[in-house]
């Protein structure tokens, strides 16, 4: 089973950018599929972003156009990008990962995600 590590989180003011890390020391990623998911006080985990094999890509309505999501096959790492921060952005942010054969679109289900990493926390100031 693959395993997770991010980083990059942190303290940002509102319109601020971070970029946050999903690192797999060890293991390859070119069979799986890598979402991020994100979790604020109080809430339910949340689907963000997801990139399939392929690198066809999904983002939740309230990221559209703000978080990027990319990956790094070679340096087992996968990306988020984040600019034009929001206060409704802090949460912690976790990634995730399965194992598929297929290169088709990904989907954010946490049912279908069984490595995640330890989560960063991620908190925008206004």
């Known amino acids: 089973q693959v395993q997770l590590v991010e980083s990059g989180g942190g303290l940002v003011q509102l319109a601020g950018s971070l970029r946050l890390s999903c690192a797999a020391p060890?293991?390859?990623?070119?069979?799986?599929?890598i979402s991020w998911f994100r979790q604020a006080q109080g809430n339910e985990r949340e689907g963000v972003s997801c990139?399939?094999?392929?690198?066809?890509?999904n983002y939740a309505d309230s990221v559209k156009g703000r978080f990027t999501i990319s990956r790094d096959n070679g340096q087992s790492t996968a990306y988020l990008q984040m600019n034009s921060l929001k206060p409704e952005d802090t949460a912690v942010y976790y990634c995730?990962?399965?194992?598929?054969?297929?290169?088709?679109?990904?989907?954010?289900?946490?049912?279908?995600?069984?490595?995640w990493g330890q989560g960063t926390q991620v908190t925008v100031s206004s």
């Open positions: 995730a990962a399965h194992f598929t054969t297929v290169q088709g679109m990904c989907g954010m289900k946490e049912r279908e995600y069984y490595s």
């Open positions: 060890g293991f390859t990623l070119d069979y799986y599929v």
């Open positions: 990139i399939s094999r392929s690198g066809r890509t």
